[in-house]
Nanobody, 127 residues
């Protein structure tokens, strides 16, 4: 039910970093678990990272484990995805998502349990 807005995408070279931000227009993220999903052309949608309401529980897909870090600042009503050591296979549209009533953030990411979606921000990793 939130109007989510992503920012921070762009064109970078392999090995470089980006930080994505997710905010809610006309609302607050405080009461929602937040996820980051990505969709590359011709590929399946992938839940890459999710975080619970307080930030105490996180999940990372194997494809980004060790390179990406999800965090949230509820006082600023923002969720971040720090993406380091970016690779060409990370090229995709990245979506911020929100959910309530989930059991675990792993389930949110793995089973695509989302109530709201942002419009996406393009991340392109290319030389």
């Amino acid at each position: 039910q939130l109007q989510l807005v992503e920012s921070g995408g762009g064109l970078v070279q392999p090995g470089e970093s980006l930080r994505l931000s997710c905010g809610a227009a006309g609302g607050t993220l405080e009461y929602y678990a937040i996820g980051w999903f990505r969709q590359a052309p011709g590929k399946e949608r992938e839940g890459i990272s999710c975080i619970n309401y307080s930030g105490g529980s996180t999940y990372y897909a194997d494809s980004v484990k060790g390179r990406f870090t999800i965090s949230r600042d509820n006082a600023k009503h923002l969720v971040y995805l720090q993406m380091n050591d970016l690779r060409p296979e990370d090229t995709a549209i990245y979506y911020c998502t929100a959910a309530m009533g989930i059991t675990t953030v792993e389930a949110m990411c793995v089973y695509d349990l989302n109530d709201s979606w942002g419009q996406g921000t393009q991340v392109t990793v290319s030389s």
